[in-house]
């Protein structure tokens, strides 16, 4: 199965278990995280990143084979840089982004999405993964698409 596939695999899988349920967005990033990261095992890490307070992301529901940096400061790193701009970044080498903040030593590129509801920014997602130019516009727009549902 190629990328597309996998994707259309992973929002049918999504929709079905979000849609006409009530649940907190909390339970819907979990969710995601879990259906993301069953299809997607060879990411490193797939979770989000919750806004706590102005300018503050903590980590909220993740899977993955690393622990997660506790809090991030909008502006800092691709986590915080992606929230602040409230714009998907994609970095093909985490070692050419200047203030990369390393949480693990085996991520090579990564992706952040915003989570935008009632136009406010609520958290972002992030995905690691460990080989070089990992993510592109394929994952952006699906990702996209994903989060919509929260």
Known sequence: MDKEQRYKKVIDTAKSALEGYPMDDIGKMATLASILKS?????V???????????????????????????IAFGRGICGSAAQDQKTIIVDNVADFHG????????????????????DLIAVL????DTVGQFDDADQSSLKELVKLI
């Open 39 to 43: 299809e997607f095992n060879e990411w």
């Open 45 to 71: 890490f797939c979770g989000f990143y919750r806004v706590v307070k102005k300018d503050l992301l903590e980590i909220g529901p993740y899977q993955g084979d690393v622990l997660a940096c506790g809090h």
């Open 100 to 119: 990369y903040i390393s949480c693990d030593d085996q991520t090579v590129s990564e992706i952040v999405v915003p989570v935008i509801k009632n136009s």
């Open 126 to 129: 992030d995905i690691d993964g």
